[in-house]
């Protein structure tokens, strides 16, 4: 069993920069893909950012403003976000899949998630 704590959630003006961070139960090591996904109210959850091996992907909404990277020393995962925007405002929660295979962005196979932390950006 892996567990997962999300944090550095926080509310933060339009234009403005957070770094979301996620630490791991176990050695990262072991896990092959980690993401970012988010859930704003009355939607459904969507995919924000993945990395796995050596590659990283993004959703169209937040590449260029995103940046997701791991710490594997650190057993942890990070969401470096900046240039917010209102529309970014939602539950971020983090995500870790064992096994290869997939799309990055089906959260039906990823195998365990993190309780979310809360991004508000105001106009």
């Known amino acids: 069993q892996v567990q997962l704590v999300a944090s550095g959630g926080g509310s933060v003006q339009a234009g403005g920069s957070l770094r979301l961070s996620c630490a791991a139960s176990t050695y990262t090591t072991t896990i092959y893909t980690m993401a970012w996904f988010r859930q704003a109210p009355g939607k459904g959850r969507e995919g924000v950012a993945a990395?796995?091996?050596?590659?990283?992907y993004y959703s169209g909404f937040v590449k260029g403003r995103f940046s997701i990277s791991r710490d594997n020393a650190k057993n942890m995962l990070y969401l470096q976000m900046s240039s917010l925007k209102p529309e970014d405002t939602a539950v971020y929660y983090c995500?870790?899949?064992?096994?290869?295979?997939?799309?990055?962005?089906?959260?039906?196979?990823?195998?365990?998630w993190g309780q979310g932390t809360q991004v508000t950006v105001s106009s």
């Open positions: 990395i796995g091996g050596s590659m990283t």
């Open positions: 995500a870790a899949k064992m096994g290869y295979g997939g799309s990055a962005f089906d959260d039906r196979t990823y195998d365990y």
